[in-house]
């Protein structure tokens, strides 16, 4: 079976307007779905969509998500393993000391923060598809070199261009995901990506012990300079795939697993929703977004999430006396646990559609954390949980972000520079917070940090929810309407879709919708309440 079933030229757009059963994407009017799949589809919904819409979600997870989990992975895999490789010889073989441990994530930050908001300039000029793999190549090459690192000012350098590579990634990842999938899809892929981050954390531990056990000491090189060798080889396919893989975005997409019809299909979906599309991005706009509530009720719970809590195992279970393997290793169950509730807060947010209460749900196991290691003396048993409870919230920024992506769906540009921006000042608070907070030579007790991650917790709890009332309150003032998805709209955006009909190829590519199959919604003539539409 062909993994892409349908050619670019494979069905044409007069073929469907001559025949609508010829069109991919065409399903039987009288198409019930079977019981077992509406309780599947709890888990993953796309197994109740219709026979057309499933196989469309479903090659865009094949293509589309499977390379966005496998990037982000090894980005994950490579930036834990540099903590890994510090515990495995590389401190003890470089003559490491002090806050040199703190630089390498200072200097990574640093190059993360200055290459943020310019990267997503260069989007504007730039596609995705060639950005982001060419800044992977850069990042694979500088994980390489690491192996031969003899000091720790050439870790400082090499670090910093990772930081800059790495800042196109996510701001610009999310934008793309959110201008691909739906209201009830979004969540649940965007914690899955997100998720990698955990497994890779998780294989980096055993990998850090495998390769220290079997390969330290071969061909002259130890074992943390392995982790990073292989590290680099694993890293370099996957960033010459993203040139193929990465679709842009459905107004002017060329992947090659996507069809013309595919291309069209996705603007219906989204012009669907109430997702608009690009847009040109200029100064004055540029400007506007400091100016807008958008910006500073976003920015707040997003650039103060400080973790503290769970990052500094490692450190503590070497100082108690656990061996290199065992230190690698039992991190790793926080992992695991990250990986269960990661999924099940997802379903949870795009069944129920509590974007910001389980954002605001995400951080209370770092309140935790925080609080008992704050306290510190306290039982065994008691500072492991406090290390191991706070992954169930790691899915914090996958939550908050499919919340941002419905609050903001209106402005696709919008959603790559806000993360951006609070990107860079995320890594303003990290560039010195670890460093004054959790400086090495206290590990692992730090007598005031995990108090100050403490207040930054209760201080991201509230800005979640003035977020949240501010977007009410511009919802209120703008008289928005929520449409089908339980998307707030304008009402010229209101369009109700028969989800069997077809679109022109002329109409589509005009942005203009066509009277078949779609029904402009009068509010004059009919009431709110038959039309499911709730008005604030």
Sequence with gaps: MAIWPFNRNEVTMEMIMEDPTCDPYYDPPDWVCPKWRKTLSFFWDSLAKPPGERRYVQKLDRGLLFYLMLSYMLKSLDQKNINNAYVSGMKE???????????????FNAGYLIGSVPNQIILTWLRPSILIPCCELVWSVCVMVLCRANSAHYIY??????????????????????????????????VIWDMTWSIASMFSGYLQAAVYTNLNGVNGYSGWQWLFIVDGCISLPVALAGFIAIPDFPENTRAIYLTERDRHYSMKRMSEVGKKGL????????IRIFGSWRFWAFITPYS????GAGDYMNLWLEAVGYDVQMTNILPTIGNAVALVSGYALAILSDFTRWRWQLAIFAIIPYVFGNLVLGIWNVPFGLKFAANIIPNIGSSFFSLFMAYVSEVFQDDTELRGYLPAIGNVLWYCNYAWFPIVAFPAEKAPHYPWGYWAAFGTAIVNMLGIYHCHRCHMKDVRQRGLVRNKYGLWVDRDMLLDYDARSTISLENVEKNDIPNEGVREIDPERESLEDLDIIKV
């Design 93 to 107: 073989d470089l003559s490491l000391n002090g806050n040199e441990y703190n630089y390498f994530t200072t200097l």
């Design 304 to 307: 103060v999430y400080i973790t």
């Design 157 to 190: 350098g090499f670090r910093f261009v990772q930081g800059m590579a790495e800042s196109v990634c996510y701001p610009t990842m999310m934008m793309i995901i959110g201008s691909w999938y739906k209201p009830e899809e979004i969540a649940k892929r965007v």
């Design 279 to 286: 847009q040109k991005m200029t100064r004055k706009r540029f």
